[in-house]
């Protein structure tokens, strides 16, 4: 079922796209249906929070842009990460764990 | 570098999401979906696409903003460290113009910061904007105080003045222990203090009961007294203390930075009911401060106040039927004496940072010319012109900014000499700080000259810089630069020229003023002042005097010893109340005049002339005629072709005072001052008329100055709590009354100094340069046989020419603002022809002499190693 994401909270989504680059330059579409059939549809990406997301990221110099070519031989905007963006890429890694990891504690609490 | 050269948010958003639908559609094609379907069923993911394009932009656009900001930040950062990388490559200029912005911003911060505080900054008092000084304006023009009537009518009528105070001023005899010392005091309304806004920091401020002349007397002092003079003893308030031989008890302290109505104010009376002396409308003597009501103005409150006292003279005739209103703001009161120096000196300290930054920019374009290959080679490399403008402008601006920071470091601690060294007097001085205004004006400054010595540099980079690998400019610039180089020279020197001017007409006004014989023998003349205590008998006062000279001529080393009302070179003049026997003045039109009172030996001791009749003797004593001496002046003028002796006039209101016969005509003196020409002066005997206040003047054999403890405890034989003052050296007195002229001429100097340094750096750069640029030609022409006499007498011809033009419009430009100067100066004209011409002729040769290093230097060229170079 394609259920849209409850509360994608702020600042989530651009830590979904730098892992989708971590692999190398993707295009927009890309990075929204990787993220999308990853989840099997749980997180549905939409082109007005994607993109303006990675503008955001190129303005923090996390990622940058260059026309090219896709992987289908379409003229596409290839995103990449740049060194800025993979070291906040492991930061917001180690946030998240730690994060769900303490959220999950106290669901999971069987006793009080 | 391609980030920045991004398109338009909208094409790129466009693009953008043409690509997200192109790949949408094929993969759905690619799951079997018929094109039209797959298209459909794409866009429809995209929801509305207005909307989702209108949210792509706006981020797209933020984001572009938020980059141009980054890269314009980031272009700044390297243009300063490329700045501050040329300034390493170019030490010695760098420093020259560092220093020389430094020097010309200190001068005019220190002079603004005392402008601004003495004649911009309001005064500190509540509404002071609506605070207006009342006077009375007599026909010769003078201004004169309101008579208490007058100033009664005012406070308790006025319709324009919501308030209205009156005051006086004097020093007050103050019992300290032992001693007794002379505080600057004022007598003011009750309800002054409070209108001034005075909230006092001990004790409480006046009453009305204060002033009603009828309760126990109060005082309020100033907490700089309290501090000075009581230690802040806690016990002060409550406390009795003689003032003027009456036990008064001081009820309050006002803070230290209140001041009215003089800056040294230390003690306030209540004002009280007139005396029956004062209800006389002839009797000016009451100095009036009003508060202009909302919605009123100062010709509003001058046709109130005319009104006033036109009726008051249909009441009470013959008082002052020509006088009329005077009404004018307190800030004028106070500061309007100081305006036009102050205005003079700041008008020399900006002349000064003008010049300074034409030489500024003149260096600066020498050096863009230095640097037409490296600019060049950037413009090859892609670097566009605006780019390479806003580098060579942020150079200008690094440098102004340097020279800013130094020159506010020199500003403050100038400042601080600055106002050790003011001669007394100067309203508000307490008030000089370095404010946030102040400071935004100096940052303001710098950025305005930064941006104009920037100017011709900049301008040239960007008119001569064509792309050009071998870094070679096209001809026009140099000669573009050459004529804009030289007209920078030229207007130094016309600049250079003003200030020389100013400061050769200040100096020779001076020296005229220390040529003009006072009229007596200021040699070895040591001078006290005296005042008696208001409870001594007239006898006792009589007694005083009449034996003062013997008992200090009996002390050793003292020659002769005499005494006056008020010493010569002291001011004092007043208007009116003379009267000439067989003369009649218009009503208020009688002439200004001098009046002093003197022992009998006084002219023989102080060395002034008889010039016909007698001096006076120990017979005039008021017994009989009453007799008085006048001056040259003042016989030449109204008995030019007979002797005035035997003439009789009257001193003061004439249906009051008696005849005095005129016995005797003595020599000029300048008693005013040393700028005032003698006019009319009489003296009359002491005996004749007794003061408490004396001034002592002692003739020493030898050094004056071992005399003043001897003639100090000589005076105070018989009293010791007579308060003396004013101790001193006739000569010292003189020169100090000169001091805020000589003061004024200093500083100019200073700045007239700092002006020929400058203009000479830059006619020598200018000259350096031209040869520099032409020793191929100078080569070639000594390797042709030219003698190096010629070749000098060339290049020093082209600096005569400029300093020609530029002295003559320097000239021209003094003309124009002589009315700055004109106030300043004494027995010399603003346009004085010989100080003009002798001025010019000096800042010729100086050019000249500036360009001759140079011009001989490249008179020496050797023609086979220019010929060997390029």
Do not use: C
Not at chain 2, 136 to 147: H, I
Not at chain 2, 416 to 424: N, R, S
Not at chain 2, 824 to 850: E, K, M, N, S
Request: hydrophobic share 45%.
């Amino acid at each position: 079922m394609r259920a849209k994401p409850a509360h994608l909270l702020q600042g989530t989504l651009e830590a979904l796209a730098l892992k989708s680059l971590s692999w190398g330059p993707r295009h927009g579409y890309a990075i929204g249906r990787w993220i999308e059939e990853l989840t099997e549809g749980t997180l549905a990406i939409e082109a007005g929070s994607l993109y303006p997301a990675l503008y955001r990221l190129e303005q923090k110099q996390l990622i940058e842009a260059e026309w090219g070519t896709s992987d289908q031989g379409r003229p596409a905007k290839l995103y990449r990460l740049t060194t800025a963006g993979t070291e906040q890429l492991k930061r917001e890694v180690q946030t998240w764990r730690r994060f769900s990891w303490a959220i999950a504690k106290v669901l999971d609490a069987k006793s009080a | 570098m391609w980030r920045f050269l991004r398109p338009a948010p909208e094409q790129e958003v466009r693009a953008e999401l043409e690509s997200h639908l192109e790949h949408a559609v094929a993969e759905l094609v690619a799951k079997g979906m018929a094109p039209d379907e797959a298209r459909r069923q794409a866009l429809h993911a995209l929801g509305r696409l207005a909307d989702t394009t209108r949210r792509l932009e706006r981020g797209a656009e933020r984001r572009n903003r938020a980059e141009t900001r980054r890269a314009w930040l980031g272009e700044l950062a390297q243009d300063v460290r490329f700045a501050f990388r040329s300034f390493r490559r170019w030490p010695l200029p760098t420093a020259v113009v560092t220093g020389s912005i430094a020097l010309g911003v200190a001068g005019t911060l220190a002079v603004f910061a005392v402008v601004k505080a003495v004649l911009l900054a309001p005064l500190p008092y509540p509404a002071a904007e609506r605070l207006v000084r009342v006077a009375e304006r007599v026909p010769t023009g003078d201004r004169w105080e309101l008579s208490y009537p007058a100033f009664r009518d005012l406070r308790d009528r006025s319709r324009t003045l919501d308030r209205v105070i009156g005051y006086s001023r004097s020093l007050a005899n103050v019992a300290m222990g032992e001693e007794t010392v002379q505080i600057p005091t004022a007598t003011v309304s009750v309800d002054a203090l409070e209108l001034l806004g005075a909230i006092p920091v001990a004790g409480r401020g006046f009453l009305p009961a204060d002033g009603s002349g009828e309760g126990p007397p109060v005082a309020v002092v100033s907490e700089r007294l309290w501090r000075s003079r009581f230690g802040r003893s806690p016990d002060l308030v409550g406390s009795t203390q003689l003032i003027e031989g009456t036990a008064v008890t001081i009820v309050g302290v006002l803070p230290a930075d209140f001041r009215f109505p003089e800056d040294e104010t230390a003690i306030w009376l209540p004002l009280p009911p007139a005396a029956p002396w004062m209800e006389n409308r002839a009797v000016h003597i009451v100095e009036v401060v009003g508060r202009l009501a909302p919605g009123a103005t100062v010709a509003g409150a001058t046709a109130e106040l005319d009104a006033q006292l036109a009726r008051a003279q249909q009441a009470e005739p013959g008082s002052d039927p020509e006088h009329r209103a005077a009404i004018y703001p307190l800030h004028e009161g106070v500061v309007g004496a100081v305006q036009p120096t102050l205005t003079l000196l700041l008008a020399a300290a900006a002349t000064v940072l003008l010049l300074v930054t034409v030489n500024v920019g003149g260096m600066l374009l020498t050096r863009a010319v230095r640097r037409d290959r490296e600019i060049g080679i950037r413009r090859a490399l892609g670097a566009r012109p605006g780019r390479l403008a806003r580098q060579l402008m942020t150079e200008s601006l690094v440098l102004a900014s340097l020279g800013g920071i130094l020159g506010l470091g020199l500003a403050y601690l100038g400042l601080g000499a600055v106002l050790g060294q003011l001669p007394a007097g100067l309203p508000r001085l307490s008030e000089v700080r370095f404010d946030p205004i102040v400071l935004a004006s100096a940052a303001g400054v710098v950025l305005i000259s930064g941006l104009l010595f920037g100017l011709a540099p900049t301008l040239y980079a960007v008119r001569s810089s064509r792309p050009s690998p071998l870094g070679h400019v096209a001809v026009g610039g140099r000669s573009w630069q050459r004529a804009a180089r030289r007209a920078l020279v030229t207007a130094q020197l016309a600049l250079a020229q003003v200030l020389l001017v100013a400061m050769a007409l200040l100096a020779v006004s001076l020296l005229r003023l220390q040529r003009v014989d006072p009229g007596f023998d200021p040699s070895s003349l040591l001078t006290m002042t005296v005042t008696l205590p208001p409870d001594y008998s007239p006898e006792r006062v009589i007694g005083f005097y009449e034996d003062l000279p013997a008992r200090l001529e009996r002390l050793p080393g003292v020659s002769s010893a005499t005494a006056v009302s008020r010493l010569p070179i002291s001011g004092g003049e007043g208007s009116g109340d003379l009267t000439i026997e067989g003369r009649t003045f218009p009503p208020g039109g009688s002439p200004p005049a001098t009046f002093r009172r003197v022992l009998p030996n006084y002219f023989q001791v102080a060395g002034i002339p008889l010039v016909s009749g007698r001096v006076f003797d120990a017979t005039d004593r008021g017994q009989g005629d009453f007799v008085v001496a006048i001056n040259e002046s003042f016989a030449r003028r109204y008995w030019p072709d007979r002797d005035p002796v035997g003439a009789r006039i009257k001193v003061g209101p004439a249906e009051s005072e008696p005849w005095l016969t005129v016995v005797g005509v003595v020599g000029d003196v300048h008693n005013v001052g040393l700028a005032d020409q003698p006019g009319l002066t009489t003296y009359e005997p002491y005996a004749q008329r007794p003061g408490r206040r004396l001034s002592v003047l002692v003739r020493a054999a030898g050094d004056p100055t071992s005399l003043i403890e001897p003639v100090r405890r000589a005076l105070r034989a018989g009293d010791a709590s007579v308060p003396i003052v004013e101790v001193g050296l006739m000569q010292q007195r003189i020169a100090r009354s000169l001091a805020p002229r000589r003061f004024v001429m200093w500083l100019v100097s200073g700045f007239g100094a700092l002006a020929v340094a400058i203009a000479v750096i830059g006619v020598w750069g200018l000259a350096r340069q031209s040869v520099d640029e032409s020793r191929r030609e100078l080569g070639v022409r000594a390797a042709l046989g030219a003698a190096p006499a010629s070749l000098v007498r060339g290049i020093l011809g082209g600096t005569a020419l400029l300093a020609a033009i530029g002295i003559g419009l320097g000239t021209a430009a003094s003309l124009v603002v002589r009315r700055l100067i004109e106030g300043q100066l004494f027995a010399t004209a603003a346009a004085d022809p010989v100080v003009v011409v002798t001025v010019g002729l000096a800042l010729g040769l100086i050019a000249i002499a500036a360009t001759l290093l140079p011009a001989i230097d490249g008179s020496r060229t050797d023609p086979s190693r220019v010929l060997r170079t390029d």
